[in-house]
């Protein structure tokens, strides 16, 4: 069902007057996770008037340590959706689990699929008997063949509305946090006809990389970009190192429509 031999047109994924697969590139953008009902307000209202098309922002965190920061849980739903509310703004949140996959369906326009649960195919399943549409990112140790798999279990339980995120894997390499992918660009967009968006804040870990792999993301040919937003990227409670300021991503939008009216 992912490949484009079946299927050989691009989809088209509709979020109200929003298409993401189309012509025009997607910019999700908001923090790594949700921080505060005002915060996230106030970044909303500001990514909005710089150009973002989705927001997004983490309530249910997978972080590594135990003791990190996990998210304010339904809370930060809440917030999202109030969010929404205010800036009429699609919102994007991961879920994690399969048993809550009805309870995020009921805030958020898109559920987000994480790296570390690309595998997770009870959840899979989950999200592809939900009615919203899925951001499945690309696991960190996952060939494209396995993130098209992943796809497939989800389609297959009848959820057509499914977006390939690539946001970078494991190499050798120490210099960033992950290795960007971009070669899966390309590939993905051979092998099949969904959605392929792209994440630099995860594929890079640094700020200073983020434009420059947004730039080459939409030159490869994705259809969007998720970039982390932060106004105080110091203060983060995640990801504050990889998460531009409201000025950077500023910039990062006009950028990529250079890029994009080049190609
Ligand atoms: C995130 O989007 O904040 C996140 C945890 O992403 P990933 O699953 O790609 O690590
Ligand atoms: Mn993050």
Redesign the pocket.
């Known amino acids: 069902l992912a490949s484009r031999e079946e299927h050989p047109e691009d989809t088209l994924i509709r979020l109200g007057t929003l298409e993401i697969g189309g012509r025009r590139p997607v910019v999700m953008a908001g923090p ?1 996770s949700v921080e505060g009902r005002d915060a996230l307000i106030d970044i909303a209202l500001t990514l909005k008037h710089l150009g973002a098309d989705v927001l997004r922002g ?1 309530a249910f ?2 972080r590594s340590s135990p003791y990190s920061f996990q998210g304010l849980g339904e809370e930060g739903l809440k917030y999202l959706a109030d969010a929404r509310a205010i800036t009429g703004m699609p919102v994007v949140s ?1 879920v994690m689990e399969p048993q809550a996959v009805g309870l995020v369906a009921e805030y958020v326009d898109i559920l ?1 699929v ?3 649960s690309m595998q997770n195919y009870a959840l899979l399943r989950a999200v592809g008997h939900s009615h919203r549409p899925v951001l499945l ?1 690309r696991g960190f140790s996952n060939t494209v063949e396995e993130w098209l798999l992943a796809a497939e279990y989800i389609l297959s339980a009848g959820n057509p509305n499914v977006i390939l995120c690539e ?1 970078g894997i494991r190499t050798f390499e120490t210099a960033t946090r992950n290795t960007l992918d971009l070669n899966a660009v390309p590939v993905a967009r051979y092998l099949s006809h969904l959605p392929v968006i792209v ?1 630099p804040s ?1 594929g890079t870990g640094y700020s200073r990389y983020v434009i420059p792999m947004a730039r080459a993301a939409i030159a490869a040919g994705a259809h969007g970009l998720i970039v982390e937003v932060h106004p105080e990227p110091d203060k983060a409670l995640s ?1 504050g190192q990889q998460s531009l300021t409201p000025t950077e991503f500023r910039q990062m939008v006009s950028q990529i429509h250079k890029v994009h009216d080049a190609i």
């Open positions: 790594c983490g965190k997978p991961e987000q994480g790296a570390r990112k946001r994440d995860h990801d």
